[in-house]
């Protein structure tokens, strides 16, 4: 095999297969891979680049899942547990309604305590607050518990969340779709039979979810490659994927600290190879709170059309040690976007596009 089989596969339309992407995974000439994957970017996006102004509400980090590479879920007995109040969320959707925010995403930890009735209430109060805001909230590892201690099906589960104003659903908790990377560092999550079978079920209802994959821990080339095999076939099944995220490992304060970071090399390759093996997913999105602004910019050219967006104040990864800001401006985010080529476009959670009046 070589790199040149592989760019007549993809000019000719052709899909690459498992044994591609081993290959680029080892590949070298970084640039060769993202000059293709600029390619087939440019190919269904254009100069587009997708921002959008929402806003991160981490309701409460209490959780008693304790997964190896994350610092953000605590035990209730935690110093640095915490659980906001009902006013304390409406206070931050209203000051995000003030930025002009089109979306609250919206997830936390699988709190003992709280049951789906709770979350009902709480995406009532957001509707009550800011009724036009798109809520894009919890995750299949989320929708999982809410079942399991509510003693109802998912089904009935997503039924009474979108009852309640939930909109779409976010695509984290995949972490990587392979049973050996989560006996390594996630055995009390759900797996990723289960993982799948949920956004199977989200599509099917109607709903739209992202996807998402974290690298540069434990797991191997066949790991991942599994893992975007997977979320292609779902995709090929329901079409209900909107974006593929891939998530840069930010280890500093987990339990994990002693692996290094991903450079922002891997960031980019992993950004690439997303573009050119998902080529049932409409966008590729690089999450700068996790890769840094830089590296984010940079992968608009190596396959990303989406920067995510405001986010206001994020504190997932920040609990992990990430150095990125909590929130940009959308200035930052269109003068990023316009310094490395790009056109940018306001969306809203679903991909319309978003026209706003001059001041």
């Given at each position: 095999m070589t790199?040149q089989?592989?760019?007549?596969?993809?000019?000719?339309?052709?899909?690459?297969d498992?044994?591609?992407?081993?290959?680029?995974?080892?590949?070298?000439d970084?640039?060769a891979i993202g000059?293709?994957a600029n390619?087939?970017?440019?190919?269904?996006?254009?100069?587009k680049v997708?921002y959008?102004i929402?806003?991160?509400?981490?309701?409460?980090?209490?959780?008693?899942?304790?997964?190896?590479f994350?610092?953000?879920g605590q035990?209730?007995?935690s110093?640095?547990?915490?659980e906001?109040?009902?006013?304390?969320?409406?206070?931050?959707?209203?000051q995000a309604l003030?930025e002009?925010?089109?979306?609250?995403h919206?997830?936390?930890?699988?709190?003992?305590?709280?049951k789906l009735?709770?979350?009902?209430?709480?995406?009532r109060?957001?509707?009550?607050?800011?009724p036009?805001?798109?809520?894009?909230?919890?995750?299949a590892?989320?929708?999982d518990?809410?079942?399991?201690?509510s003693?109802?099906s998912?089904?009935e589960?997503?039924?009474?969340?979108?009852?309640?104003?939930l909109g779409?659903?976010?695509?984290g908790?995949?972490?990587?779709?392979?049973?050996r990377?989560?006996?390594?560092t996630?055995?009390?999550?759900?797996?990723?039979?289960?993982?799948l079978?949920i956004?199977?079920?989200?599509?099917q209802?109607?709903?739209?979810?992202?996807?998402?994959?974290l690298?540069?821990?434990?797991?191997t080339?066949?790991?991942?490659v599994?893992?975007?095999?997977k979320?292609r076939?779902?995709?090929?099944?329901?079409g209900?994927?909107?974006?593929?995220?891939?998530?840069?490992?930010?280890?500093?304060?987990?339990?994990?600290?002693h692996?290094?970071?991903?450079?922002?090399?891997?960031d980019l390759?992993?950004?690439a190879?997303?573009?050119?093996?998902l080529d049932?997913?409409?966008h590729?999105?690089?999450?700068?709170?996790?890769?840094?602004?830089?590296?984010?910019?940079?992968?608009?050219?190596?396959?990303?059309?989406?920067?995510?967006?405001?986010?206001m104040?994020?504190t997932?990864?920040?609990?992990?040690?990430?150095k990125?800001?909590?929130?940009?401006s959308?200035?930052t985010?269109?003068?990023?976007?316009?310094e490395?080529?790009?056109?940018?476009?306001?969306?809203?959670?679903?991909?319309?596009?978003?026209?706003r009046?001059a001041?």
């Amino acid at each position: 095999m070589t790199i040149q089989t592989i760019e007549k596969k993809i000019h000719g339309g052709e899909r690459l297969d498992q044994e591609d992407l081993s290959f680029l995974f080892e590949y070298p000439d970084l640039l060769a891979i993202g000059r293709l994957a600029n390619w087939l970017r440019e190919k269904k996006n254009g100069k587009k680049v997708y921002y959008n102004i929402n806003r991160h509400i981490n309701y409460s980090n209490v959780c008693y899942v304790a997964c190896k590479f994350c610092e953000f879920g605590q035990p209730k007995t935690s110093p640095k547990a915490y659980e906001l109040s009902v006013g304390e969320m409406e206070e931050a959707a209203r000051q995000a309604l003030q930025e002009g925010a089109t979306e609250f995403h919206i997830v936390g930890g699988l709190h003992p305590d709280l049951k789906l009735d709770y979350y009902e209430n709480l995406l009532r109060a957001f509707k009550r607050v800011a009724p036009m805001v798109h809520l894009k909230a919890f995750t299949a590892v989320e929708l999982d518990y809410f079942a399991k201690i509510s003693r109802v099906s998912v089904e009935e589960v997503i039924d009474r969340l979108a009852a309640a104003g939930l909109g779409s659903f976010p695509g984290g908790g995949a972490e990587v779709l392979t049973e050996r990377v989560r006996q390594l560092t996630h055995p009390n999550k759900i797996g990723p039979d289960r993982w799948l079978q949920i956004h199977r079920l989200i599509h099917q209802k109607g709903f739209r979810s992202n996807a998402t994959m974290l690298y540069g821990h434990v797991e191997t080339v066949a790991d991942k490659v599994e893992h975007l095999q997977k979320l292609r076939d779902l995709q090929d099944e329901t079409g209900g994927f909107q974006t593929f995220i891939p998530l840069s490992f930010v280890p500093e304060e987990t339990p994990m600290s002693h692996i290094p970071k991903p450079t922002a090399m891997e960031d980019l390759r992993h950004i690439a190879l997303s573009r050119l093996f998902l080529d049932n997913f409409d966008h590729i999105k690089a999450y700068w709170v996790m890769m840094g602004l830089g590296t984010a910019q940079l992968s608009l050219s190596f396959g990303a059309d989406d920067l995510d967006g405001t986010l206001m104040k994020e504190t997932i990864v920040h609990m992990a040690g990430t150095k990125a800001p909590e929130g940009v401006s959308v200035s930052t985010l269109i003068n990023l976007i316009k310094e490395a080529g790009f056109l940018p476009i306001e969306r809203d959670t679903l991909y319309n596009i978003v026209e706003r009046q001059a001041a």
